[in-house]
């Protein structure tokens, strides 16, 4: 996978916060992304803040972002 796309781990992000009911209840993404009713969604959140981190470092940028 490029080190550039991380558009998987967002769309996995964002699947995982329309489940939740911070979502439901009409708020956006942006607002529910810290909530407290979203606990399962913060290893997705983990992951994509990885991948854009990875992004700026030299070293994953030549090698790739190695996905857990």
Same mark, same amino acid.
């Given at each position: 996978?490029?080190? &550039?796309?991380?558009?998987?781990? /967002?769309?996995?992000?964002? =699947? $995982?916060?329309?489940?939740?009911?911070?979502?439901?209840?009409? #708020?956006? &993404?942006?607002?529910?992304?810290? /909530?407290?009713?979203?606990? =399962? $969604?913060?290893?997705?959140?983990?992951?994509?803040?990885?991948? #854009?981190?990875?992004?700026?470092?030299?070293?994953?940028?030549?090698?790739?972002?190695?996905?857990?």
């Amino acid at each position: 996978m490029p080190v &550039s796309d991380c558009r998987d781990i /967002a769309q996995t992000l964002l =699947d $995982c916060l329309r489940e939740t009911a911070c979502m439901k209840s009409g #708020k956006s &993404s942006k607002e529910c992304l810290g /909530a407290e009713d979203a606990p =399962d $969604c913060q290893v997705y959140r983990t992951t994509y803040f990885e991948c #854009k981190r990875g992004q700026l470092d030299m070293r994953t940028r030549i090698q790739g972002n190695s996905h857990k």
